[in-house]
């Protein structure tokens, strides 16, 4: 037993070691890059030749479905083209969208490539370039289907119906499909919209929330944006773009068959990963499939993230929420795992899947067993007293100073950023000034011992929910951004 166990403590020695090394570099790597970033003038750009779909699938967004539009049209974009699909919402969406604007039923000719659940009615918006879409209930992923399905843009762009988008949001992300025929998706910043409040769709107000599961969401982004998708980017090993804010060409959704839903049977996804499959997180899934495609076809790629362009988004403000949120987000990354399974460590798949993937594997979604089984794996080694007492406890005040420094220098190295950028990037910062930024550092030390174990909960429970083959969407509820 006492030789199984030193060799169980060299091999989790071993896997914390190479983890920190990995995010260690891509802290580094991405600080390099974002002072290497220079930003692109949007009128250098031919816009009018290149039509965006916006597309918002919306299931029971009363409180927020107006507030969406209302932003969209005065996003500064020449051709723009809104799709609301109402998802059988059983709440007051349509109730809202009919009282809202003079809604006509319009037969359109359509060749749905992406077989979806019925719809119902199509609507065009009188006097705007906007359908209504109102269809029975499949899921995000089939709504969002449906509005290719009808969508006449050469991009789609997906948002959440809570979503609130800088003026100037959709134009930086098309710039890099400008710019590199190789780039399959795009995407911004996601920003806390919890607290803030908007007049005539801009941010007005933007404090600090109070509510400490909010400030712990605020140091997640801002941990995951401004660290790890930047570097992941640049190195094309970058496998998901929010589905708050992602843009797509057309033209690649519908060679690889759309998002992934039960109803799509599209002959791509039945070809090379099969029939039935289906995943609660449809935005990781979508990118790891274009991935594949365009290296079985010999096809450059690129997936580019842009930390300039921001967009808000509610999260949840409440424990129970968030739970249910975390472990559909860890599900949803294993279901993805093991749908592309075959791609991990295959070397055709190049840095995607000799990194990209093994690092999602084994840092994101293995990552709370490994930590469950080194917290009992301690208790097992004192009782042994195999366990070095003062070294566990200069482990932990390590990780304590680490998130310290982290959450400090990301901070700085923000403000330093967003004063040369727009208002409502600025405005994503959520602190104006050192009282803030103390109180951020301290929920960054305090989350380490406390939402951390909660998170570790809520993805065992995802991973347990893939064992039994569980796929509860698990929505929460929104309440709205303050206008």
Known sequence: MYLALRIIEKLLIIYFTVYFVIDAAMFFYSLYVFFQKHHKKTENFDFDSHPVSIVVPAYNEEVSILTCIAMLEKLDYP??????????????????????????????????????????????????????????????????????????????????????????????????????????????????????????????????????????????????????????????????????????????????????????????????????????????????????????????????????????????????????????????????????????????????????????????FLSPVVKIFTFFFIFAAAGYGIINTTWVLLLLVSVMLASAIIMSSITAIVEYWSNKTAGASRQALRYKGFRDWLQLIAAGITAEFSYSFFKIIAQLHGILNIMQKKHDWRKFERKGVEV
């Open 79 to 364: 051709q723009l083209e809104i799709i609301i699909v109402n998802d059988g919402s059983t709440d007051a969406t349509m109730d809202k969208l009919h009282d809202a604007y003079t809604l006509e039923k319009a037969e359109m000719e359509v060749n749905p490539v992406l077989n979806t659940a019925g719809v119902r009615d199509v609507f065009t918006v009188k006097g705007k370039n906007m359908l209504v879409i109102d269809k029975h209930n499949g899921g995000k992923a089939d709504a969002i289907n449906t509005g290719i399905n009808y969508a006449a843009g050469e991009f789609i762009c997906t948002i959440d119906a809570d979503s609130i988008l800088d003026k100037d949001a959709l134009k930086e992300v098309v710039i890099p499909f400008l710019e590199n025929p190789a780039v399959i998706v795009s995407g911004g910043q996601l920003a806390v919209a919890n607290g803030i409040k908007t007049v005539d769709n801009k941010i007005v107000s933007a404090t600090l929330p109070s509510n400490i599961w909010v400030q712990w969401q605020i140091i997640e982004y801002i941990k995951s944006f401004l660290i790890s998708r930047i570097a992941l980017s640049k190195i094309n090993a970058l496998l998901i773009m929010s589905g708050a804010f992602s843009l797509f060409r057309k033209k690649d959704l519908l060679q690889v068959g759309g998002f992934l839903s039960p109803y799509n049977n599209h002959f791509y996804i039945e070809k090379n990963i099969g029939s039935g499959k289906q995943t609660v997180c449809e935005d990781m899934e979508v990118v790891v499939r274009l991935w594949r495609y365009k290296y079985d076809n010999n096809i450059k790629a690129k997936a580019e993230f842009l930390p300039a362009p921001v967009c808000w988004t509610e999260v949840p403000d409440n424990p129970r929420n968030l739970y249910k949120q975390r472990l559909r987000w860890h599900q949803g990354l294993g279901e993805t795992l093991w749908i592309h399974r075959n791609m991990i460590f295959e070397p055709r798949y190049r840095i995607t899947g000799l990194f990209g993937l093994p690092y999602y594997l084994f840092f994101e």
